[in-house]
């Protein structure tokens, strides 16, 4: 090994040179000073931008296409903070203008030269496939939630909705039998209080079925329009609003930005825990506590109802959503825990580790300033 060593600058450029991933580095200012034979396929060749800004050869973009610079530049971070970045994901452009979506690393290498005393590594990966398998996996474990979701709320409308509303039916059809139809010798016709107690009661079933159908509508037709944080206020204001249970929301959030399918994975569990409350808990108060960092995201929610069996739930498939929630946190690279005991309430506790190289890094404007 020390001959290979020892060969140095002629061997290890040729080792750069026809490495299968692009090799790119850059000065302090982020110019462009050295591109691989990969690199400059991909980019263009090195004469043409030697010295050139790397944004304006790569052109980064998240995946939402919002374009990586300023606060989002991440050499721009790795320079001013003499840190190394590995495997970040974002989409580049080549020179023929087709885009890719990339894994880069970034290493900070301190050198001693009269102009430079530091220099920037960029290693590029091509993992445009591994991206597209990635994307297929989550459409299809997303596709069977909703399936999954809508089957459990056909069930819940053919127990509640269908069954008041055969219920109510079947007494208007006695109440029309009773009024319209002549009476035998030995019936007696309803007198004004018996009518009034029985359609007072056909009219509460009706009123609970309309009810029952919104929030059923609600859940089918779920998008998230807004923030995390926002979606989760509102989510709790809703349930005071329908059910008079005391909600409190104690909302922690960095300012962190996260990819929009890892916060439409979160909202939809929030929905499913405040769902469960709503429907089975009979509780007087909620507490949500929710804290989000870059790359950490912990939730609890508590509440003071009747509680339940959890291994008992956990045997029973889907009963009261358990496995949906756990199953959607595992999704995301999370733990979900639930504890509850008949009578003293549940407790649910979920952490999320956001994998960084799936989201657009943006450091709190606290770490920046500094």
């Not at 220099?119 to 399936?147: A, G, H, P, Y």
């Not at 998008?223 to 005071?240: C, G, P, Q, V, W």
């Not at 399918?261 to 469960?276: F, G, K, M």
Request: hydrophobic residues 40%; contains cysteine; glycine residues 4%.
């Amino acid at each position: 090994m020390k001959s290979l060593f020892e060969s140095d600058q002629f061997l290890f450029k040729q080792m750069f040179d026809r490495a299968i991933d692009a090799y790119l580095v850059l000065t302090k200012e982020l110019q462009v000073a050295y591109m691989n034979d990969t690199a400059q396929a991909w980019f263009g060749h090195l004469d043409t931008w030697n010295n050139s800004f790397c944004g304006d050869i790569l052109h980064c973009q998240t995946e939402t296409g919002d374009a990586m610079s300023g606060t989002l530049c991440l050499g721009c971070i790795v320079r001013d903070l003499h840190i190394s970045l590995g495997d970040r994901q974002m989409v580049v452009t080549k020179k023929d203008g087709s885009t890719i979506f990339a894994s880069i690393s970034y290493s900070y290498i301190p050198v001693q030269d009269v102009d430079q005393d530091m220099c920037i590594l960029m290693s590029i990966r091509d993992v445009s496939v591994q991206k597209k398998w990635e994307n297929e996996r989550l459409v299809n474990e997303t596709l069977r939630f909703t399936l999954e979701e809508r089957e459990r709320i056909a069930r819940d409308l053919h127990d509640t909705v269908a069954q008041n509303l055969a219920y109510a039916t079947m007494q208007l059809k006695l109440l029309r039998k009773e009024q319209v139809l002549p009476h035998s010798a030995d019936s007696v016709a309803p007198t004004n209080h018996q009518l009034d107690h029985r359609l007072k009661e056909m009219t509460e079933i009706l009123d609970e079925s309309i009810k029952e159908l919104r929030n059923s509508l609600y859940d089918l037709t779920f998008s998230l329009d807004t923030n995390l944080m926002d979606f989760i206020r509102e989510a709790a204001n809703k349930l005071h609003a329908r059910t008079g249970i005391q909600v409190e929301t104690h909302l922690i959030d960095e300012g962190a930005a996260w990819s929009k399918q890892v916060d439409v994975q979160v909202a939809r569990i929030v929905q499913e825990i405040l769902t469960n409350i709503r429907k089975h808990a009979h509780a007087a108060h909620v507490d949500i506590h929710v804290e989000r960092t870059i790359n950490h995201l912990s939730i609890r929610i508590s509440d003071d109802g009747r509680g339940f069996d959890v291994d008992e739930a956990l045997e029973r498939k889907g009963h009261y959503g358990l496995h949906s929630i756990i199953e959607r946190c595992r999704l995301l690279g999370g733990e979900a825990a639930v504890e509850a005991r008949v009578d003293k309430g549940t407790v649910w506790r979920l952490s999320i580790i956001a994998d960084l190289s799936e989201i657009p890094l943006q450091l709190p404007s606290s770490l920046i300033e500094s």
